[in-house]
C-alpha cells in the first residue's frame, strides 16, 4: 500500500462556479463519480448542488448524451430541476471518461450496479472495473468510496486492485448509500446517517469535510472499519425485508382464518419497540435492491459458513408472497382465463419510481398472457421500461380508465397516489365484470361490496 505523502486540498475557489454552499474554510471538493444511475446520479447531483466540484462518468454513450442534454434517464421527482441547476452553475459535467481536470479529484465514489448471479451471489465485476479506471488516471492521492451495495471483502479487494500500479496513494472506503427510489434526492441531502467505513485517519477526514454540508442541522456520521460498513447496508435491507415478508406471511395466514392484517399492523406497529415503518402486506418486495441484496446476503453467510436462516426466511416467504398474490388474482377469473381482459394498474416495483427491476407485477402478468388474457396496463412512468425490459405482448394506456374499460378484471400492482381514489362508479359502468384485486391494500376503506364489485385485498377482509 502507498504511504500518504500529502493531502494537498484541491482548492477550487476562484474556479467558475465553484463556491456554492461553501466557505474558505470548506472548499468545494473536487469528486469524480463512476456510474450514473439511480444512485450515482443522484450523489453527483446532490454533492454538486452541495458547492462540490463533479463529474459523473458512465459507459454508457446514450446515457451521457442525455444526461449532457440536461435530460435524466430515469423518473425520480425533483432530480431534473437538482441537476439543472448544478449544471448551470458549472459545478457538475458528465463524461464517458474522466476529464482532464477530474484526474486530481480528491474523492472518487464507485457506483456501477452489482446485479445478482445465478448462484444468488453479487456480481461486482462492474466495481472492478470502474477500480481500474480510477488506477490508471488518478494524478492526485485520493479516497475511493464505494458506494455500490458489495459484499464484504470487497473494498479490502478494490484497495489490493488501487494499489497495483496507481501512481498516487489511493485510499478506499465503504459508504454504502440508503437512498430510496421516489424519495432518492431527500434522503440523499437529508440522511438518517452517513457511514463511513474506513481503514485510515485521512480518508475519514476527508470523507468528513465533503459530507459537511448536508451535516448542517446534525452530525449524521458513523464511523467504523470497512467490513462491518459494507455488512451494515446488507444488514438494513435484510431487516426492512423481513419485517415485509414477516406481515406478507401473516397477511396469508388472515385471509386463511379471517383476521385483518390491517388491525394487526395497526397493533403491532403501535408498540413502540416496533414502529409502524414496513409493516404494510402486499404483492412481495421487489425493485433492484431488497431481492439481490436479500440474496447476496445469505449467500456470502453461507459461504462463510453461518447461514442466516432468518434471511433466506425472508427471502423465501418473498418468493411465496408473488406466487400467493399471482394466484389470488387469478383466482378471480373463476379459473377461465384465455381471452379475459385484465387490467393492470401500476407496473412500477413501487410508486414514485419507474424501476420495473423485480417489479411483482410480472409473475402475475407473464402468468395471464401465457394463460391467454387480454393485459391492459396503465403506469404514469413505467409502462414504456416494462414493456422495452419484458417485452410481454400487453397493451398500454395513459388513461387508468381507458385501461380498465372492458375489464373482467382489475389489479393495482402499484399504489402510486392517483390510483387511491377512483372513481369507482364509473369503473362499474366501464369494466364488463366487476372484479377488483387489491394487491396493495389501498382500497380496504370503501364499502366496495356494497357498489357491486367483488373486491380481494391482500389479508383483508373480502367483499
Ligand atoms: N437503486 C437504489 O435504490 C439503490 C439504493 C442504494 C444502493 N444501491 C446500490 O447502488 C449500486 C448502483 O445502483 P443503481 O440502481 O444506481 O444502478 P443502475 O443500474 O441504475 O446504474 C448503474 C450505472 O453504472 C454504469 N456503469 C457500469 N459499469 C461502469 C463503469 N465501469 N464505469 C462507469 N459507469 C459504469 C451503468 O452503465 C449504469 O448506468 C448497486 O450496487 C445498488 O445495489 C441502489
Known sequence: ??????????????????????????????????????????????FADAGHQVQCIDIDVARVEKLRRGEVPFFEPGLREVMSRA???????????????????????????????ADGSADVSAVYAAAKTIREVAEAPAVVGIKSTVPVGTCDAVQAIVDEGARVPLRVA???????????????????????GVADGEAERVLRDLYRPLQLSSERILVMDRCSSELSKYAANAMLASRISFMNELSRLCDAIGADIHAIRRAVGSDRRIGPQFLYAGPGFGGSCFPKDVSALAYQARQAGVPLEV??????????????????????????????????????????????????????????????????????????????SY????????????????????????????????????????????????????????ELGKSGFRYLGVGTRST
Open 391 to 446: 417485452g410481454l405482448p400487453v397493451r398500454c394506456f395513459e388513461n387508468e380508465y381507458e385501461a380498465a374499460t372492458g375489464a373482467d378484471l382489475l389489479v393495482v400492482m402499484t399504489e402510486w397516489r392517483h390510483l387511491r381514489n377512483p372513481d369507482f362508479p364509473r369503473l362499474r359502468t366501464l369494466m364488463r365484470t366487476p372484479n377488483l384485486f387489491d394487491a396493495r391494500n389501498i382500497w380496504t376503506t370503501f
Open 87 to 117: 449544471i448551470r452553475g458549472g459545478r457538475l459535467t458528465f463524461g464517458t471518461e474522466i476529464n482532464a481536470g477530474h484526474r486530481a479529484s480528491e474523492v472518487y465514489f464507485i457506483a456501477v450496479g452489482t446485479p445478482p448471479l
Open 174 to 196: 465503504s459508504i454504502p448509500e440508503f437512498l430510496k427510489e421516489g424519495t432518492a434526492l431527500a434522503d440523499f441531502m437529508k440522511p438518517d446517517r452517513i457511514i463511513l
Open 311 to 388: 434471511v433466506e426466511a425472508a427471502g423465501r416467504a418473498n418468493e411465496a408472497q408473488r406466487v400467493y398474490v399471482r394466484d389470488r388474482a387469478l383466482s378471480m377469473l373463476g379459473g377461465e382465463v384465455a381471452g379475459k381482459v385484465v387490467a393492470v394498474w401500476g407496473v412500477a416495483f413501487k410508486a414514485e419510481t419507474d424501476d420495473v427491476r423485480e417489479t411483482p407485477a410480472l409473475p402475475l402478468i407473464r402468468a395471464l398472457v401465457e394463460k391467454g388474457a387480454e393485459v391492459h396496463i396503465h403506469d404514469p412512468e413505467a409502462a414504456d421500461n416494462f414493456v422495452r
Open 1 to 46: 500500500m502507498h504511504e500518504l505523502v500529502s493531502w494537498g486540498r484541491v482548492r477550487l475557489l476562484g474556479e467558475a462556479g465553484v463556491q456554492a454552499g461553501n466557505d474558505a474554510t470548506t472548499p468545494a471538493v473536487k469528486i469524480t463519480v463512476l456510474g450514473s444511475g439511480y444512485v450515482g446520479l443522484v450523489a453527483a447531483a446532490g
